[in-house]
């Protein structure tokens, strides 16, 4: 289940894995993950269709965030859309994303992970953030972002550099939750 072939960047095998619309999503205790993604250097088609097809793993999910390191790539690109049930979809994707400022205020969202199936963590972020990112065409913009969007870009971003959200938790519960995913992932067993 966890690809023991797979390259440690799989930047070059793009074009190949592009082919394919829904990126199969590397999930706990795959160590990938705690890799800290290196930035974006090129911003060209090869990009454009990754982009796309990770578009499209998030959506059939469903999740409303993943970061490229999710689908084996570890560089600092991610994907977002908060919109809610019922509402047009407002797709964005922000290459080499870097904080500009967080807010005072805080706000708790019980937060879930794609790369951490069935497991749930009340976690305080800062309630509003502004990144800085180019965008799909390679040009920089900011964005000041409140709500769910803003607690999906702080997700996303920890993605980038190896954090999960089990790291909000007590040690030993953190423990706990990485065992059992070894436990499934030695026994091959789909929990
Ligand atoms: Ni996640």
């Excluded at 289940?1 to 930047?11: E, G, Q, S, V």
């Excluded at 394919?20 to 705690?34: E, F, G, N, S, Y």
């Excluded at 990112?133 to 769910?148: I, P, R, W, Y």
Aim: charged share 30%; hydrophobic share 45%.
């Amino acid at each position: 289940m966890y690809a023991a072939t797979r390259p440690i960047d799989r930047l070059d095998a793009v074009a190949y894995l592009s082919r394919m619309a829904k990126l199969p999503i590397v999930t706990l205790p795959d160590p990938i993950l705690r890799q800290v993604s290196a930035p974006v250097e090129r911003v060209d088609d090869d990009l454009r269709r990754l982009i796309e097809d990770m578009f499209e793993t998030m959506y059939a999910a469903p999740g409303v965030g993943l970061a490229a390191v999710q689908v084996g790539i570890p560089r600092r690109l991610l994907v977002v859309d908060a919109a809610e049930e019922g509402e047009e979809r407002r797709p964005l994707a922000l290459i080499n994303p870097e904080i500009l400022w967080l807010s005072d205020e805080k706000r708790v969202y019980e937060e879930g992970c794609l790369s951490i199936p069935d497991v749930r963590v009340e976690i305080e972020r800062p309630a509003r953030v502004r990144v800085r990112f180019l965008d799909k065409e390679g040009v920089q913009q900011e964005l000041e972002a409140s709500g769910l969007l803003a607690t999906a870009i702080q997700h996303e971003i920890d993605h980038l550099n190896g954090r999960l959200i089990i790291d909000f938790l007590s040690r030993l519960k953190r423990d706990m939750i990485v065992r059992k995913f070894k436990k499934q992932a030695k026994g091959g067993v789909a929990a």
